[in-house]
Structure formats: C-alpha cells, structure tokens
C-alpha cells in the first residue's frame, strides 16, 4: 500500500472576500491567494462571513450555495448564538460561508465605531473557525487569518478556555493588510468571551486599558506577515507603526513582508470583456480605442492630452491631499485627471468643489464602479497613486498590466514594486519620495515628459505591461512558511488542556 503524502492544509480566514463581499484590497487578496496556493498543491479552504447578499451572489454565479450545518452553536456571553454554515466552491476553492442574520447584517463589513454589539460578529467568526474542525472533520494544520476582524481567532486558540493551546490544534498565521485598523474596543467585551485571564495583559489584549484584538493576535499568533517587505519595515518605525512599532520590534523574529499579487486571468487586457477594445504587450493599439471611451464618458474630446487616473478610496492614506494640491497646476498643464471612487466625505465635497473648477482638467465619478474603474485602468496614460502609506497597493499592479504607468509615493508596496524609468533604465514607472504636492508634480512633469516622446513611451509601456505580478513567487513564499511552521508544531505539540483549569463548554 503507498502511503499518501498528508497536504498542507489551511484556512484562510477572512472579514471580506472578492467577489462575494468586498471593502477594499483584502477582499481581493482572499479572493485570489487561496486559488493560488491551491495550485501548489496545498489543501486551501476560506471561511468568510455571509454579508448580506453574499449568498444570493453566489447563486446568481451558479456557485449554488450547499448548507453543511444547520446548528453552529457557539457560545458568546451566557447564551449560544446560532448559526449556519454554507459551502460553495469559488474559484476551485473550498469556501464556506458563515450565516448569522443578526450578526452579519451590515453591508458595509466593519462598523463605524467598535463597541460591544458591533464586535459580536467578529468574535462569532473566530469560534466558528475554530468550531469548523470539529464539525466537519477537516483539520487545519495551519490557521491564515487576515486583519484585526480575524485576528480574534489567534487570540481565542491561544487564550479561549475551552480552544486555548488544545493539543493538535493548527498553528496560527495573521496578515496585517493595514496597520491602521486595530480594532480596539472597551475591555468589558472581555467578558463575553470566555478567555484565560492572562490573556487581558501586556503581553496580551490590553492596550492602554483597551482590548487591542490586532495587538492580541500579533502576540498570539506563530507567525506575523505583512504584505510587502518594505511596510514589514516600516511599521516597526514610529511614522508607521500606529502605536504597535514597539511590540512589532519586540517580536520582529516572527514578522516578515510577502508582496502581493494579482489575479492574471482576473486582470487582463488581451481578454478583459469590459473594455471596448482588448490588446496587449505585442499589440498596444487597442489602448486608444480605450482611451477615446474614456474620454467620451466624460464628453471631453481626444486633442492628444496625457490622461492621468485615480482610482480608489478616498482616504488620508491615498494622498487625496496631494492630488487636490496639485489640480490647479495640472489644470495650467493641460492634462486630463479622471478620479473615480467613495470614501470620506471631506474629500468628497472636496473633489466636487474642484471639479466644478476644474471641469476641463478633472473628471470625477464619486462610486465603487468598477466598469468605469477597468476602463480608467485600459484607457488612461499615467497612473497616480500619491499615498501617504501603502501596505502593498494593488492598483499600480493593474495599472501596469493595462499600460498605465504609474506615478507613486516611494512607500510600502509601490517602493518595492515600481522602479523608476529615469533612473533605471529598465524602469516603468515615476517614483517620488516627500509626501507633497509639489514632489508629486514633479514626477508628474517627468511622466508627461517621457509620453511626449512616442518612442520612449512605447518602451515603457511594453516593459509595464510584461511585468509578472501574479501571485506565483508570493505563494510558495507562503508556502515555506507553513511547511516550516508544520515542522515547528511536530517537534513542540500543544498543552494538553487537562492541565488546564477546567471549562465545560455551556
Ligand atoms: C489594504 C492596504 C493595501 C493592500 C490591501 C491588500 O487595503 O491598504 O495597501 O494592498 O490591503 O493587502
């Protein structure tokens, strides 16, 4: 009899997940990372709440929703909360989605402010990550988990007084996508959970008297990534570290940055339905047809201006402030700046306000559509991403493989995945460092210098598009990881919980 070799198996474990929910770039990531390890080989699953809508969505794919378990009963305060657990296959990925109607009832994912009530969600996904081994009989050698809405699940294997250091359990993976969220709340909460007392210490929960659910599970956990080498080190410095950089020094042998990728057959220009015209490294042609689209969506004819785009949300971190500093001198330059996306409000009227100045230079579309978005991406010239941070960034990714090329702060992802055309010879980007309006400019005037010069530009453009930003290279990064993770847990098991002080699960 041969002897099958025992696959890695993980969960990923995720607030958001493309294309069944989505907030931001996390959502993508767990919409295409777990796909991408699956082809290495390893056994993948991702559970992720059922947001309102989500399992409609999934049916409408075709993906029909099958229920595994009627009665999830986990227990949060006193009393049990139910729930129901659905599978579905996404992408070729096992996908199970958690359902509590109470629960996970706000289509916006995370609440505006954290308290008591709105943090019940997260707690519920965490024991049903943990619950979900025992209920279904697939276990996890290694548990993935992305954020702070996720990082309760490290906290609750390391600090729960029924899960808590169980022997056999999976070891334990977080990924901060951004250090900015931590999900601190009242410790009160505390007392819902049914954890070990140490865990609201120092080296635990507390934070300033707080629960810091981030600051748990960065000590909880086995291992902390972040996703890009150069925001690995930033955080642990005082400008980036919101607060955390000194317990992120103090624990920096277990922090390391893999870069991001994306989704190839996702985001491809030779194939991409959604564009008007597809083309490719070999035949750039079609860009323009794109570009004319985009221009006629907001009645602005092709008189051979550069057109720059924006696309995200509007927020501090994005470097909205710059771009708003830097409309009036683009407006004299006679270039064209397409902005599409939502976020905070200030810098909604802000926007509204300057376009309405600015009609001939700024075109604005104040909403998460992503037609509009993927036709910016194929029929723009010059990508602008200004942000005051950037974990990874996964737009400038996009951007280069529809031959937009970008203009970025040198910070976090876009420090290590754009390299500078004037500086490097094989470079296919503009890189600027100081976080002002004026350093952006000035990479703006070299960008817009070198698409003066037709054959220049060509070459930048076909270097852009042949990039390969696809998650092969991260994904057996990861891959080493938790193999060398599921090395370390053999050779140091878990406490067995009879040493514990008892907990009878109610
Ligand atoms: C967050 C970060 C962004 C990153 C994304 C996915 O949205 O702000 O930089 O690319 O997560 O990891």
């Known amino acids: 009899m041969t002897r099958q070799k025992h696959l890695t198996k993980v969960l990923h474990v995720s607030p958001e997940m493309a294309p069944l929910s989505k907030v931001g770039g996390l959502g993508d990531v767990t919409g295409s990372l777990p796909k991408a390890l699956q082809r290495l080989g390893l056994n993948v699953r991702v559970l992720t709440p059922a947001w309102p809508g989500a399992l409609e969505k999934a049916s409408r794919k075709g993906l029909t929703p099958r229920l595994e378990h009627h009665h999830l009963a986990l227990a949060l305060g006193s009393r049990a909360t139910e729930g129901r657990l659905w599978s579905t296959v996404l992408s070729g990925v096992h996908t199970y989605l958690l359902e509590q109607e109470e629960l996970f009832c706000d289509p916006a994912i995370y609440p505006s402010s954290l308290d008591a009530e709105t943090i019940r969600p997260f707690a519920f996904l965490a024991l049903a990550a943990l619950e979900l081994a025992a209920k279904t009989g697939w276990e996890p050698d290694i548990l ?36 900015a969220h931590q999900g601190i709340v009242e410790a009160e909460v505390i007392e ?56 992120l020094s103090s624990v920096k042998d277990k922090v390391s940055g893999i870069l991001n990728g994306i989704d190839p057959d996702d985001w491809n220009p030779t194939k991409d339905p959604s564009i008007p015209c597809t083309f490719g490294p070999d035949d750039t042609s079609g860009k323009a047809d794109c570009k004319r689209a985009l221009l006629s969506r907001f009645e602005w004819p092709d008189d051979g201006r550069p057109v720059l785009s924006f696309v995200g949300r509007l927020f501090h971190q994005k470097g909205i402030d710059l771009l708003l500093g830097a409309l009036p001198d683009l407006a004299r330059h006679r270039v064209r700046l397409v902005v599409i996306g939502t976020g905070e409000k200030e810098y909604e009227d802000r926007l509204k306000e300057a376009a309405r100045r600015f009609g001939k230079t700024l075109g604005l579309r104040l909403a998460y559509d992503e037609a509009l978005a993927r036709l910016a991406y194929a029929g723009s010239d010059i990508f ?90 991260s994904a057996q990064t990861y891959q080493t990881l938790y193999e060398s993770l599921r090395r370390n847990k053999r050779a140091r098991p878990g406490k067995n919980p009879a040493e514990d002080e008892r907990w009878d699960r109610p």
């Open 192 to 247: 819902q959970w049914h954890l070990k007392p140490e865990a609201f210490q120092l080296e635990g929960l507390e934070y300033y008297g707080k629960v810091n659910c981030l600051k748990g599970g960065i000590l909880a956990s086995d291992a902390v990534t972040t996703v890009s080498p150069t925001y690995a080190r930033e955080i642990m410095t005082h400008e980036f570290g919101s607060g955390l950089e000194g317990l």
């Open 144 to 179: 993935h988990v992305h954020d702070w809405a996720a990082a309760l699940v490290p906290v609750f294997s390391r600090w729960h007084r029924y899960w808590g250091d169980r022997p056999g359990k999976g070891a334990t993976v977080l990924t901060i996508h951004n250090l």
């Open 384 to 473: 602008l991403m200004p942000s005051a941070f950037e974990p990874c960034g996964l737009s400038q990714l996009i951007a280069l493989r529809y031959g937009t090329i970008p203009v970025v702060r040198a910070t976090g992802g876009l420090a290590d995945t754009i390299v500078d055309t004037d500086e490097n010879s094989e470079g296919y980007g503009f890189v600027f460092k100081e976080f002002s309006a004026s350093a952006l400019l000035e990479a703006v005037y070299r960008a817009i210098k070198a698409y003066r010069n037709t054959k220049r530009w060509r070459n930048i453009l076909e270097r852009s598009m042949r990039q390969d930003f696809s998650w092969t290279r």
